[in-house]
């Protein structure tokens, strides 16, 4: 196999991220790549039976958005229109050939063709390890009829253990090896699903927050060889830092950053809501003391979390002055990363082969990301930490929010990225992050069949007017109201929240205590439940007689995985309800601790237990589902792994699965005696 593509720029790859599929419809296909020189794309569809379209996209158009972050760092988006319907229920296969300008004499590849100028290479040559066995280009079956989909969140690369992504990617593998291309499941004996719609990733597909040392090496190394701009900071001036480089050789840039703002009285508070993530000892065991801060780190780092191309070349020994206190730290993560690059060639293969939608959550930003009307003013009124949220929200707009919706990124918002992107920390960037922060367009819905209807949990937050330290609602009563309008009239829906709506009782009940003793960010106290308004405001529209008879809730956050039938009681039978969870797709609740408060909360709130009485906050029948293997008291699953959901024509689930990295299939059995009215 040849080796791809590259560049003369320090042998970089012409293609650092991508493809990756995004939106497809009826006659629409979205197609995300981040590439080291500017490009143009030529694209060729498969129809099948000898039907094929050929597009050639022109620049500076909506079908063709360009965005460059460096000198070796493009971002391109093809949003395709697509004159005549993509066929229903079968295999769609595409090329992707991509154009460097020809005075580029010194890049290497086979040729392809050339016209007007243009050095044309193919998808074989800058991605040859992107195709399945037995096929000759990426593709993907046009599936607008969810029969089933795949969803988690919570990808955290430093993380022991195996990638959901990866076993996500063997299903589909088999499923081209079994020419099992159809929109039909399998009989269901073979237990091989239909092809899924959809991979709906629920959040923190990066840790901003959480960052491994060797990880945070491979992100300056990659940010030289990218030819990123030097970000102005400010904030920082009494560390003695003014700009990145002076950052990323700072003293404290590793292990230490939280070390970086002056230890004035009136920075404490900041210092908590930033770096508080190891002081969290109930929880959580995040580490937020290497969190990225500049624009160029969130950038490299989602192309390290979703290609192998970035890591080539790079240099993970230790950086110089490494304190000796964390070497072994460091080799620890250093060896969790070489299991994590390993499985890249098999993570970008399957972001090139599904339709993929996305939603932020807190780490995609920062941890307990605007959890209480404190924590915002705290974190917005500092210069510092305002950046630090603004960065990574560009860079989440960029990598993540683009292909979800192209159209929210028009002509103006993509000419403020540009400007934003070629001098970041000037007045176009701090432009554009306080349009970004004000920005109410980041939820979405597509037109599958139940429609996919993602909600954004984070920035439209129902803040306590009376106390500031309390968590916020989740969603406000205006955002909760268009959701409502979104959902009038449909039959059945596949709701995205990226916390569940309906949690577990004991952990919710854990959380309200820290809460009541004014510390919340102690334990993540972020739950549905948790704000009077946005709970009942959230119940009354499943319990709306216009709004659907079925909701399938995926959710994610919690890093473990559970299935709880839902019905609301009252003069009138409310929706049937399904809140699935499936977190962390590479990542995991500490196990013993887990196991306590799983079987604790079967114990404290069982049916039949005069607690679960006494505390029945709201009319509605839960019944959590055991899953296969489970042992005694045990209902919530810990694993790395991706969730699998069947659904009949109706939009009602009828098989629940969790795919486990360790090659496990799990399942999740209805279990009547477990239902319990809360």
Known sequence: MPPPATCPHEDL??????????????????????????????????????????????????????????THLHYLLLDLALDTELPAGRWIGYRVALAVDRTDEDCIGDDVGTTNALHWLDAQTWAPDLCYPGRDTPGFVFAPQVASLLHGSCRKPHHHGGDGLVRADALLAELVARKALDAEPAPEADGLPAWPSALVMTGDQIYADDVAGPMLRAIHGLIGRLGLPRERLEGIEEAGIAEADALYRHRDGYYRRDKLLPQHKRNYALIEVLFGGVEKPVFTSASAHNHLITLGEVLAMYLLVWSPEPWRGLDLDPPPGLAPEDAGRYADERRALAAFIADLPAVRRVLAHIPVAMIFDDHDVTDDWNLSREWEEIAYGHPFSRRIIGNALLAYALNQAWGNRPETLDDERCALLQQALAEPGGEAHEQCIKCLLHFEGWHYVWPTTPPLVVIDTRTQRWRSEQAARSPSGLMDWESLTDLQHTLRGLPAVLLVSPAPIFGVKLIETIQRVFTWCGHPLMVDAENWMAHPGSAQAILNIFRHRKTPRHFVVLSGDVHYSFVYDVELRGRVRGPDIWQICSSGVRNEFPPRLLAVLDRANRWLYSPRSPLNWLTRRRHMRVTPRRYEGAAQGRRLLNGAGIGLVELDAEGVPWRIRELLADGRTIAFERDEDAARWD
Do not use: C, K
């Not at 020189?37 to 620049?59: F, N």
């Open 13 to 70: 790859p012409l293609v650092l991220a991508g493809p990756i599929l995004r939106r497809v419809e009826a006659q629409r296909i979205v197609l995300w790549l981040a590439t080291s020189q500017a490009v143009r794309a030529r694209i060729e569809i498969d129809l099948g039976d000898g039907a094929s379209l050929s597009l050639e996209p022109a620049p500076a158009t909506p079908a063709y958005r360009l965005l460059t972050a460096g």
